[in-house]
């Protein structure tokens, strides 16, 4: 499995960006797909899943501002960031995960000036 994805750059607070991740190489119906982000001295952490039950979760600090959707036939999950802040500036990775594997992007950067 491969992951490509796009869309990071630099925003002011306030703003908005949208990252998008294209899937090849087999993508499962049974497969999650996500958004993950690492900041610098900091561990990689959730911000937005899509399972493959259609449950879609979010870190507490992107709720109400992020949205991701992901669309199977396409194999392809997006992630709409608005009132973006300071504290959301990290390397997000996109991410497929199966219960006995992970799968991850290349990462892009997402920088958000004060």
């Known amino acids: 499995v491969q992951l490509q994805a796009s869309g990071g750059g630099l925003v002011q607070a306030g703003g908005s960006l949208r990252l998008s991740c294209v899937a090849s190489g087999g993508i499962f119906v049974t497969d999650d797909m996500g958004w993950y982000r690492q900041a610098p001295g900091k561990q990689r952490e959730l911000v937005a899943v899509?399972?493959?039950?259609?449950?879609?979760d979010y870190a507490d600090s992107v709720k109400g501002r992020f949205t991701i959707s992901r669309n199977r036939d396409k194999d392809t999950v997006d992630l709409q960031m608005n009132s973006l802040k300071p504290e959301d500036t990290a390397v997000y990775y996109c991410n497929t995960r199966r219960p006995d594997s992970n799968y991850w992007g290349q990462g892009t950067q997402v920088t958000v000036s004060s």
């Open positions: 899509v399972t493959y039950g259609g449950i879609i």
